[in-house]
């Protein structure tokens, strides 16, 4: 039987999944600061929003004092809440895209805005007092 490695191909000096490559064109419509060190896994490729449009969901939001997260992924909606928002609670339950939301988060200068938590929204909602 065949290897069952992950294939990689290497694009501008990092690699990548070949089934994220076709997304990989895209990067700068995901992060605009990809260069400048945003770090992703495989399935951020498929489920982060794209900058416009989580600008344009964080302009909906604009001024609350504080947006919950609950699925933050490698932090594409969380990053625009922050820049719009005095405080983002940012929750996921892998704690690999929570540390990649982090870092993406310091690329974009907002990681003070925003606390990140590693667990499931749907167990820590409940003890949420939010509207």
Same mark, same amino acid.
């Given at each position: 039987m065949g290897s069952k490695k992950r294939k990689l191909a290497i694009h501008g000096g990092r690699k990548v999944g070949r089934c994220v490559l076709k997304y990989y064109h895209q990067r700068y419509s995901l992060f605009s600061r990809y260069d400048e060190g945003i770090e992703m896994d495989d399935e951020g490729w498929f489920s982060v929003t794209p900058e416009a449009i989580a600008a344009t969901h %964080?302009?909906?939001? +604009?001024?609350?004092?504080?947006?919950?997260?609950?699925?933050?992924? #490698? @932090?594409?909606?969380?990053?625009?809440? %922050?820049?719009?928002? +005095?405080?983002?609670?940012?929750?996921?339950?892998?704690?690999?895209? #929570? @540390?990649?939301?982090?870092?993406n988060a310091k690329v974009y200068g907002v990681e003070d805005r925003i606390d990140f938590v590693v667990g499931d929204f749907f167990e820590i909602a409940p003890s949420f007092k939010f509207d």
């Amino acid at each position: 039987m065949g290897s069952k490695k992950r294939k990689l191909a290497i694009h501008g000096g990092r690699k990548v999944g070949r089934c994220v490559l076709k997304y990989y064109h895209q990067r700068y419509s995901l992060f605009s600061r990809y260069d400048e060190g945003i770090e992703m896994d495989d399935e951020g490729w498929f489920s982060v929003t794209p900058e416009a449009i989580a600008a344009t969901h %964080a302009e909906r939001v +604009s001024g609350s004092a504080v947006v919950v997260d609950g699925f933050c992924g #490698v @932090g594409g909606n969380t990053i625009q809440f %922050a820049t719009k928002c +005095s405080h983002v609670v940012a929750i996921d339950v892998d704690p690999r895209k #929570v @540390g990649f939301a982090a870092n993406n988060a310091k690329v974009y200068g907002v990681e003070d805005r925003i606390d990140f938590v590693v667990g499931d929204f749907f167990e820590i909602a409940p003890s949420f007092k939010f509207d």
